[in-house]
């Protein structure tokens, strides 16, 4: 007999998923406005993007003639023994192309701007790239003077940011969250969400985002009426 058999195991919780309700997504979209990362984490809301992937996202993957960004890599930070910030693979490693709204990508083509000029400022100082070629390959959000983002510095301006709008029990991974629900909630179907998020597989993306909001049910009740009405002329 195994003795493990024996054994019962714990069971799993799921962390509650605490998106942002449309009366938040409105006031943090306000409060970034003035946050030096504000525009980072926008991106993350209108994208899904993980936080790994935000903070290591590059020039090059960004094609602003198809509006489209490719999420091929995360920035991941490790102790200076073990090599220190490197690039890595993505959790399941398989590159995924988005299509964001083009106000995402409006922010992305400002962000080119507002890097430039703090190259212009930081002279000497700067870090990120010293010509226009090895930009084409470097990050497109990185501090001041071209420090690349740490997740501890990015998580310190997110919690300002939603303890600013009464929402302090938010992470940062609840804007992928928020991202989701509103896809849902706006007409994607799972598999376009399961594709934007860079899930393995819809299943997954129905057993996390499986449960149906009010809004959801609200339209689609209108849809049902609006088929009786039309059947009944």
């Not at 992928?176 to 819809?202: C, E, M, Y």
């Amino acid at each position: 007999m195994n003795p493990a058999d024996r054994v019962t195991l714990p069971r799993i919780e799921k962390k509650e998923l605490q998106p942002l309700t449309d009366e938040q997504v409105k006031a943090f979209l306000q409060a970034a406005e003035l946050d030096p990362l504000g525009s980072l984490l926008i991106v993350i809301l209108f994208t899904g993007l993980r936080e790994s992937e935000a903070i290591g996202l590059t020039w090059d993957c960004i094609d602003f003639r198809a509006g489209t960004v490719k999420v091929c890599k995360q920035l991941q930070k490790r102790p200076l023994k073990d090599g220190g910030t490197v690039f890595a693979p993505l959790k399941n490693n398989k590159t995924r192309i988005l299509k964001p709204a083009p106000y995402v990508m409006d922010i992305l083509a400002k962000q080119w701007t507002i890097q430039t000029e703090q190259r212009i400022r930081a002279g000497e100082l700067w870090r990120a790239w010293t010509n226009e070629e090895e930009r084409q390959t470097a990050l497109v959000y990185t501090m001041p003077e071209g420090n690349d983002v740490s997740p501890t510095s990015l998580r310190y301006h997110f919690k300002k940011l939603v303890t600013a709008i009464g929402a302090p029990n938010v992470r940062v991974h609840d804007l992928r969250h928020t991202f989701a629900v509103l896809s849902l909630q706006n007409g994607d179907d799972i598999k376009t969400v399961q594709g934007n998020l860079g899930h393995a597989t819809a299943a997954f993306t129905l057993d996390v985002y499986g449960h149906v909001s009010e809004r959801m049910k609200d339209n689609s009740a209108a849809r049902m009426q609006a088929y009786i009405d039309k059947t009944m002329e």
